[in-house]
């Protein structure tokens, strides 16, 4: 028996919330530039779903310090997802900092979970209307 047949959090699904001070104007930012729609919305949370995971915005009065990765999602083709968000409208960050820095939005990274197979990954990040720090990544194999 190994230790996750043990530990029941472990078999549980983890799912992010990221938080809001303007649920409609977040919700306006995820449907115009991301192309994404609520599955389900409850009083003060929207609930989206995207390759099976699920992400929710609360209503907060609280502020994200966006100042690290909140969620990011994992895609096959990441030049073709930039290209499409940049349609859209979305303003990726631009990164220089020591062991990487992005090239018209994009990082090169060396290195990557051994778990995953890959040797790498191509990233990028953005903002959404509230502040929060989101990735996309591509591994590379």
Known sequence: ??????NLL???SVATRLPAQ?????RRFYSEQLGLEPVDERPGGLL?????????????TGVSPGTFTQMGWQVDDIEAVVAELKQRG?????????GFRTRNGIADIDGHYPSKGARGERAVWFRDSEGNLLGIGEPVY
């Open 10 to 12: 472990a078999r549980g």
């Open 22 to 26: 303007d649920l409609e104007r977040a």
């Open 1 to 6: 028996m190994n230790a996750d047949d043990r």
């Open 90 to 98: 979305v303003v990726f960050e631009e990164v220089d900092v020591p």
């Open 48 to 60: 989206y779903r995207c390759g099976g995971v699920e992400f929710a915005l609360f209503k907060s």
